[in-house]
C-alpha cells in the first residue's frame, strides 16, 4: 500500500552491489553534501535517517527520485532491474514525472542500454564524474527536489570518520613494504665531449647516436667514449677533446640532475626498442612499453614472488564481451605496460608506473583515449595492490638476465645495472587496505544470496581463463 500522507524527500541510489559501490558511495556524499536527503545501502546511517531493510519501501513511499547508476553489470543485474522496473512502474501509475534518473557511468553502449530506459535521456557521467555530477545538482534544482538540514558537510564528515577511522586496517607489528622504486648502478665517470667543427655554423648534433648522450652547448654529456660517437654526430662535427668527471662529485655541486634523467630516460627507451617491445606515448609524451600478444610463451611472466617461490603473471589477458541485441560476443585484449620515470634524488633509481591498454588484435593498442579510459575503469576496478605489484615484478624479471640484472648499454665498454627487485622499506605497524576487506565480503555476500546469474558466471569464467 502507498502511504499518501508521508512526503517524497529522499533521493535513492539503485545501483549494481558490489561492482557500482565505488561510484554510488562517492555520489551519496557529494548529494548529502549539498544538503539533499539520499539513501543507499553503502551509506545506512548517513545524516541519522531511519535504514529501511526492504528497498522496494523506500521506492514505494519515500523516494522523490530514484537514481539508476547505469552500467555494463546494472544493465544485466537481475536485482538492478526489478528496483528499476518497479520504480518506473510507479511511476506511471502515481504519474511522477522523471522518478527515475539514469546516471551513465562506463562504457555501456546506447544501443544495449535496457528497454525499460531506452526513452530517457540518461545524465552522462563516464567522462567526468565532477561534470555528470554538476548536470545531476542542476537537474534536481530545476525539479524543486526539497533539501534536509540533517544532510550537511558536516554530517558527512562525522560518518565519515564513523566508517573509516584512522586505525582502521592498521596492525601493532612491523611490515616490510616494497616501494615501485629500483635501485640504478652508474659508471663512475661521465664523459663531456667538446663538439667542434672546422666550417662556420652552429654545432648541433643532428645524427642518431647509439647510446644515450645529451647536448649542452658545444658539450656532448655522455657515458660512452668519444669514438663510440665520432662517425655518428653529424655532417662536419667532431669531438675535440673529451673530460671525464665523477658522476658522485657533479651531483653535489651542479646542477647535473637534469642531465642525468634525460640520460637515463634514453637509455630505457633506446634497452626496451633493443627488445622489440612496442611502445606508446603517453598524454605527457613520456613513452611506455607494453607486451603485446604471443611475445611470451602463453603470455606468461615468470618471477620470484614475495614468498620466495618462482611463480608467474600474465602480461595480456581477455574478456569476452557480448551484444546482447545482436547476440554477437567479441573478445577485448588487454596489455600490461610499465613506464619508467627515473629520478635522482634520494636514490639514483627508476620508479616503474604500470599502465594497461587495450587491443581487439591482441597488437594494435586503440587510438581512443577515451575508449581507453573507460575500458581501464571496467577492467582494473578489482586489480588490487598485491596484483599491480606482481605484475611489475613479473615484467622487470623479464627485461633481466639470468643473474636478476636488467643491463642497458651507455657506451661500448659502459653499461647501466638496473636491478629487477624493488627497494624496500620497514615500517614498525602493519597496514590491511579495509576497502579490500569491504569488497571480499560484499563479493561473498553477493554469491551467498545468489546474485550471479549463469550468464554472469560463465562471462566471469571467461574472463577468468583469458588471464590465466
Not at 539520499?38 to 548517513?46: E, F, G, H, Q
Not at 535496457?114 to 552522462?124: H, K, M, S, Y
Not at 565519515?160 to 659508471?187: C, D, I
Not at 633481466?400 to 653499461?415: F, I, P, Q, T
Amino acid at each position: 500500500m502507498i502511504n499518501t500522507t508521508q512526503p517524497r524527500d529522499v533521493l535513492l541510489l539503485s545501483h549494481a552491489n558490489p561492482d557500482d559501490n565505488e561510484f554510488t558511495l562517492w555520489l551519496a556524499l557529494q548529494l548529502a553534501k549539498e544538503g539533499y536527503w539520499v539513501w543507499c545501502d553503502l551509506t545506512k546511517l548517513l545524516g541519522g535517517e531511519v535504514f529501511w531493510d526492504n528497498i522496494e519501501d523506500v521506492i514505494r513511499q519515500s523516494a522523490v527520485k530514484v537514481l539508476f547508476v547505469l552500467s555494463r553489470t546494472s544493465n544485466a543485474r537481475d536485482g538492478a532491474l526489478r528496483e528499476l522496473h518497479l520504480a518506473q512502474g510507479l511511476a506511471k501509475r502515481e504519474k511522477l514525472g522523471d522518478f527515475v534518473i539514469p546516471l551513465h557511468v562506463d562504457d555501456l553502449p546506447h544501443n544495449e542500454v535496457t528497454i525499460e530506459l531506452t526513452r530517457i535521456n540518461a545524465i552522462p557521467f563516464e567522462k567526468s564524474w565532477a561534470a555528470g555530477l554538476a548536470t545531476l545538482l542542476q537537474k534536481l534544482e530545476e525539479d524543486g527536489i526539497p533539501k534536509n538540514p540533517h544532510f550537511n558537510p558536516t554530517a558527512v564528515n562525522q560518518w565519515w570518520r564513523t566508517k573509516f577511522s584512522a586505525e582502521e586496517g592498521v596492525r601493532r607489528e612491523a611490515e616490510e613494504y616494497l616501494s615501485n622504486w629500483f635501485q640504478v648502478s652508474l659508471p663512475e665517470y661521465v664523459y663531456f665531449h667538446t663538439v667542434s667543427r672546422k666550417s662556420i655554423g652552429k654545432i648541433v648534433v643532428t645524427g642518431v647516436l647509439p647510446y644515450p648522450a645529451v647536448q649542452d652547448g658545444t658539450s656532448l654529456i655522455t657515458f660512452a667514449q668519444a669514438g663510440d660517437l665520432e662517425e655518428q654526430l653529424g655532417p662536419g662535427l667532431h669531438i675535440a677533446e673529451s673530460s671525464p668527471l665523477a658522476v658522485q662529485k657533479l651531483l653535489d655541486e651542479t646542477d647535473f640532475s637534469k642531465h642525468l634523467v634525460r640520460m637515463l630516460r634514453l637509455a630505457w627507451e633506446l634497452t626496451i626498442g633493443e627488445r622489440k617491445l612496442p611502445m606508446y606515448e603517453l598524454a605527457n609524451q613520456i613513452k611506455c612499453f607494453y607486451f603485446p600478444k604471443n611475445l611470451l610463451p602463453s603470455d606468461k611472466a615468470y618471477y620470484i614472488g614475495v614468498d620466495g617461490n618462482r611463480t608467474y603473471r600474465a602480461m595480456v589477458g581477455y574478456s569476452t564481451r557480448i551484444n546482447p541485441t545482436a547476440g554477437i560476443s567479441k573478445k577485448r585484449y588487454w596489455h600490461f605496460g610499465l613506464e619508467a620515470r627515473p629520478m635522482v634524488y634520494p636514490t639514483i633509481a627508476y620508479v616503474m608506473k604500470p599502465h594497461v591498454g587495450f587491443t581487439s588484435d591482441g597488437a594494435t593498442l586503440w587510438k581512443s583515449k577515451k575508449m581507453l579510459a573507460s575500458a581501464r575503469r571496467s577492467q582494473c576496478k578489482g586489480w588490487w595492490n598485491d596484483k599491480w605489484r606482481d605484475m611489475i615484478l613479473a615484467a622487470m624479471a623479464h627485461l633481466a638476465d639470468d643473474d636478476g640484472v636488467v643491463r642497458m648499454k651507455l657506451g661500448s665498454d659502459a653499461h647501466l645495472a638496473l636491478s629487477n627487485r624493488p627497494i624496500s622499506f620497514n615500517s614498525p605497524v602493519a597496514y590491511t587496505d579495509p576497502q579490500i576487506l569491504r569488497e571480499t565480503e560484499l563479493e561473498e555476500l553477493a554469491e551467498d544470496y545468489g546474485r550471479y546469474d549463469d550468464e554472469e558466471a560463465e562471462a566471469y569464467g571467461d574472463e577468468q581463463e583469458g588471464a590465466q
